[in-house]
């Protein structure tokens, strides 16, 4: 009868490993291996859509910041400035609505962009970043992929 006193606590340590593992989450791994929430973050456009990105005015880079201190996310489009509410939980993330400024972008192909990024940022469910990539998804679709900017 004794041996069957070690199994009953089985599962219970199973719950318990996996409430540990809820709790820890997707973190970024800072330059000191600990690991940090996206706010206060930069992150600049590595690829979207499966595209390199095209420079905009002046040769901006899209670029996305969370915020420290708050739940406010910006950044460059290649053309105009935006910035809204993002909510993060574990691996979900969410972004908008977004607002931005209404400067009229000449390269077609930025104005273009500028366009599929703001969208990819709204419809953004999920992501998984290390210290020097952050990947935004669509459902299980990567829509960005963002290397990490010094601060």
């Known amino acids: 009868m004794r041996r069957w006193a070690g199994v009953a606590r089985l599962p219970w340590l199973g719950m318990m490993i996996l409430a540990l593992a809820a709790c820890m989450g997707p973190r970024v791994a800072g330059a000191g291996g600990e690991g940090e929430p996206l706010a206060g973050t930069r992150w600049t456009l590595a690829e979207l859509n499966g595209q390199a990105p095209v420079p905009g005015l002046g040769n ?40 931005s400024t209404r400067r009229a972008c000449a390269d077609e192909a930025a104005n273009r962009q500028e366009t599929a990024y703001l969208r990819a940022l709204e419809s953004t469910t999920r992501f998984t970043a290390t210290a020097e990539m952050l990947v935004l998804y669509a459902g299980d679709q990567a829509v960005a992929q963002l290397s990490r900017t010094a601060e």
């Open 60 to 99: 901006a880079t899209p670029t996305l910041e969370f915020a420290a201190g708050e739940a406010r996310a910006s950044g460059d489009g290649g053309c105009n400035q935006f910035s809204g509410p993002y909510t993060q939980d574990g691996a979900a993330l969410r972004f908008g609505p977004l607002v």
